[in-house]
């Protein structure tokens, strides 16, 4: 997850942050069933922050995690890929 997280900051890429929360939790769901739950616990805690005092607000938070337990549930991150985000993420 801190990889995909590191890839976000450098890309840098408009509309590109539903792509790397499903990457992030697809690695980590790769990782077996321990990667699954820190993944779900680590994404769980960030939303509630985000969606609670941040003021993202509640769709964004709800689109985070379908993008998250996509990830985590062995889904093709490629499915929330912006158009145009270079290759190298």
Request: a positive charge.
């Amino acid at each position: 997850m801190r990889g995909a997280y590191s890839n976000m900051r450098e890309a840098n890429y408009k509309n590109s942050d539903k792509y790397f929360h499903a990457r992030g939790n697809y690695d980590a769901g790769q990782r077996g069933p321990g990667g699954k739950w820190a993944a779900e616990v680590i994404s769980d805690a960030r939303e509630g922050w985000q969606g609670g005092i941040s003021g993202r607000g509640a769709e964004d938070t709800r689109q985070d995690q379908e993008a998250n337990a996509w990830g985590r549930s062995g889904g093709d991150p490629n499915r929330y890929r912006p158009e145009g985000l270079p290759s190298k993420y």
